[in-house]
């Protein structure tokens, strides 16, 4: 089956609101192809002006991350209904910023999982390994303990309607890519791990995205393999670039 691409760029911490503003007017017409889904994830202070500055395009809001209650005494975060109203379709989950400098483990990117579906947000599911799990050649029973626990308790048919993007650590914001191959053998397994999990229409119909270092030099090879439906871009998402890598 054909599933449809998505090209997710992840700001992480940067753009005021000023300068996101301006990004987004700078990209307008780079970035219009709608044979794809175009997604800005940006941080929480951006949302309401961002949202704003897509209206009419064909660019959809993504949030960076969230907390699991709706309300209450949780000191600087930021709630799902608060992303819905301000215009928020996707959320990313489980980015290994999130679990590396923030302590985030499986049970609470689960909870995200859930939370997210039942505010009618979108996950951007991440997954991936470290360079010591690449080398130590254990990275896919890693990645495949990780799907396991985010997805428990998830429905096929949630499942359907999500993103997981795969992103090796090493290959973020280093310059360092996973080959074309590379990237391609773990998307498959992604899928495989699905099918075994749920069954083969599922795997068939989740959109498995590539993260690490995805640019507009490499985007059209990584783009091209079977089981790779998008990216999520991080520095490549803040720069024209963007447009090429939409286009590839």
Same mark, same amino acid.
């Given at each position: 089956?054909?599933?449809?691409? &998505?090209?997710?760029?992840?700001?992480?911490? $940067?753009?005021?609101?000023?300068?996101?503003? =301006?990004?987004?007017?700078?990209?307008?017409?780079?970035?219009? $192809?709608?044979?794809?889904?175009?997604?800005?994830?940006?941080?929480?202070?951006?949302? #309401?002006?961002?949202?704003?500055?897509?209206?009419?395009?064909?660019?959809? #809001?993504?949030?960076?991350?969230?907390?699991?209650?709706?309300?209450?005494?949780?000191?600087?975060? &930021? @709630?799902?209904?608060?992303?819905?109203?301000? *215009?928020?379709?996707?959320?990313? &989950?489980?980015? @290994?910023?999130?679990?590396?400098?923030?302590?985030? $483990?499986?049970? +609470?990117? $689960?909870?995200?999982?859930?939370?997210?579906?039942?505010?009618?947000?979108?996950?951007?599911?991440?997954? *991936?390994? @470290?360079?010591?799990?690449?080398?130590?050649?254990?990275?896919?029973?890693?990645?495949?303990?990780?799907?396991?626990?985010? +997805?428990?308790?998830?429905?096929?048919?949630? #499942?359907?309607? +999500?993103?997981?993007?795969?992103?090796? &650590?090493?290959?973020?914001?280093?310059?360092?890519?996973?080959?074309?191959?590379?990237?391609?053998?773990?998307?498959?397994?992604?899928?495989?791990?699905?099918?075994?999990?749920?069954?083969?229409?599922? =795997?068939? =119909?989740?959109?498995? !995205?590539?993260? *690490?270092?995805?640019?507009? =030099?490499?985007?059209?090879?990584?783009? @091209?393999?079977?089981?790779?439906?998008?990216?999520?871009?991080?520095?490549?998402?803040?720069?024209?670039?963007?447009? !090429?890598?939409?286009?590839?």
């Amino acid at each position: 089956m054909a599933r449809r691409r &998505i090209i997710a760029g992840n700001w992480k911490m $940067n753009k005021t609101p000023s300068e996101a503003v =301006a990004l987004c007017n700078e990209l307008k017409d780079l970035v219009k $192809n709608d044979a794809v889904d175009v997604v800005y994830c940006v941080p929480a202070i951006d949302i #309401v002006p961002v949202a704003e500055a897509v209206k009419g395009t064909n660019v959809h #809001v993504g949030a960076e991350n969230f907390y699991i209650e709706d309300k209450g005494a949780f000191t600087g975060e &930021i @709630s799902a209904p608060m992303l819905k109203e301000a *215009g928020v379709e996707y959320v990313i &989950i489980g980015h @290994s910023e999130r679990r590396d400098i923030f302590g985030e $483990n499986d049970i +609470l990117i $689960n909870q995200k999982v859930k939370k997210a579906f039942a505010s009618g947000l979108t996950p951007i599911m991440c997954c *991936g390994e @470290s360079l010591a799990l690449r080398k130590a050649g254990t990275y896919k029973e890693w990645i495949a303990r990780q799907i396991k626990w985010d +997805l428990t308790d998830i429905t096929a048919d949630q #499942v359907k309607t +999500l993103v997981i993007a795969y992103e090796p &650590i090493w290959a973020i914001g280093t310059g360092e890519t996973a080959t074309a191959d590379q990237a391609e053998e773990v998307c498959k397994m992604i899928r495989e791990i699905i099918a075994d999990l749920y069954d083969q229409a599922t =795997a068939d =119909a989740v959109r498995i !995205q590539y993260g *690490g270092s995805m640019n507009a =030099a490499n985007a059209a090879e990584l783009l @091209s393999k079977p089981n790779i439906d998008g990216g999520l871009i991080g520095g490549a998402s803040l720069k024209a670039d963007f447009g !090429q890598i939409v286009n590839a």
